[in-house]
Structure formats: structure tokens, C-alpha cells
């Protein structure tokens, strides 16, 4: 039987485990997620891939190396930014401009939505269980994002960390995710 935690004692404990890790083991770590991710899926000239900005001071996967591929691969990028209190996403190019947000998040300044097809977002987090259940920061940000928009085919969760526990408390607005990439494993939900 798995042991089953709340999301606030998931968010704790896989927060803690993220900041413990070096700097180098991020890096190392985030090199195999996205080569694990480049194996897992035959990703073509022209697809849509919508991916978070990593915040370097929380240790998240480093996309950049992501965004690096895709732009190298005419892969078409997109990343979120909150308008008016609700996520959209925003096509970027190898010139486009950033400004930090209130939160503290590296966002485009374009405000344009985007509002297309995605083939992937690829989905920060804290923790992910078993059965898909993302526990992030706790804003509810991607769930509404991921309830809106209807175009997305796979949600792809990004983690250093494997499901060991179950989330306890998902709730009726919490999307699932159709998998998880960690540096050593590819789960499908």
C-alpha cells in the first residue's frame, strides 16, 4: 500500500528535496529529462511545445535547453504568462523580450494569446503521484489553464523525482497529467 500525503506535506517535502539538490545536479539532472523527453517522443519541424521558464532560485528543470532544441529544430515555443489573473500562453522567438513579473516569474512582454493547438506543455511541479495528480505551487494556474483549453494534447509533468507517495487531496479542479519525465523513468497516465 502506497502512503498517501496532503499536498501542502507533498509540497514541503519535495521542496525541501529540490533545494537540497546543487546546482551542478540540476543541470545534470534537467540534461537527462530533456533527453528523456526527446527519446520518448518523435517531436517534428512545425509542432507546437508550450514550456515553462525556469526559476533558477526554486531549482526547476532548466528549460532553456528545451527552448535551445526546439528553436534550433523549428519547433514552435510557447510559455505562460499571467494576464488579468488567469494563465495564457505566448509564442516565443530566439529575439523575443522578458520582464519579470509580480511574482518574481520571467515572462514575455508580448501579451498576445496565442490560444492554438499545443502537441505538449510541459508542466513545472513540485510533486507527481502515480496516477498523475501534480502538486505545484498552489496558485491553481496550470488546472485552469489545462480545464480552458480543450487544444492541448499531452500535459507533461517535468520532475527530478519519482511518484513514491499519493497526492491525498486531489479536489474536482485538479487536471491530471498524461505523464511524467524524470531523469530516469517515463510515466504514462
Given at each position: 500500500m502506497n502512503l498517501s500525503l496532503t499536498k501542502k506535506e507533498l509540497r514541503t517535502i519535495y521542496r525541501e528535496k529540490r533545494m537540497a539538490l546543487s546546482q551542478d545536479e540540476v543541470v545534470f539532472l534537467s540534461e537527462k529529462i530533456f533527453k528523456k523527453f526527446i527519446l520518448q517522443f518523435n517531436i517534428i519541424e512545425n509542432q507546437k511545445i508550450n514550456l515553462f521558464l525556469s526559476i533558477e532560485r526554486f531549482n526547476e528543470v532548466n528549460t532553456q535547453i528545451f527552448i535551445d532544441y526546439f528553436f534550433d529544430n523549428k519547433i514552435r515555443v510557447f510559455v505562460p504568462k499571467i494576464k488579468n489573473g488567469k494563465m495564457i500562453s505566448v509564442e516565443i522567438f530566439p529575439d523575443s523580450e522578458f520582464e519579470i513579473n509580480k511574482l518574481g516569474i520571467k515572462e514575455p512582454i508580448s501579451n498576445i494569446d496565442s490560444n492554438v493547438e499545443l502537441e505538449y506543455v510541459l508542466t513545472p511541479l513540485l510533486y507527481c503521484d502515480r496516477l498523475g495528480?501534480?502538486?505545484?505551487?498552489?496558485?491553481?494556474?496550470?488546472?485552469?489553464?489545462?480545464?480552458?483549453?480543450?487544444?492541448i494534447h499531452k500535459k507533461i509533468g517535468l520532475n527530478f523525482f519519482s511518484p513514491n507517495e499519493d497526492v491525498a487531496d486531489v479536489f474536482e479542479l485538479d487536471i491530471a497529467l498524461d505523464g511524467l519525465i524524470t531523469p530516469y523513468d517515463y510515466f504514462e497516465f
Open positions: 495528480n501534480r502538486v505545484g505551487y498552489g496558485k491553481g494556474f496550470y488546472d485552469a489553464f489545462f480545464f480552458h483549453n480543450s487544444k
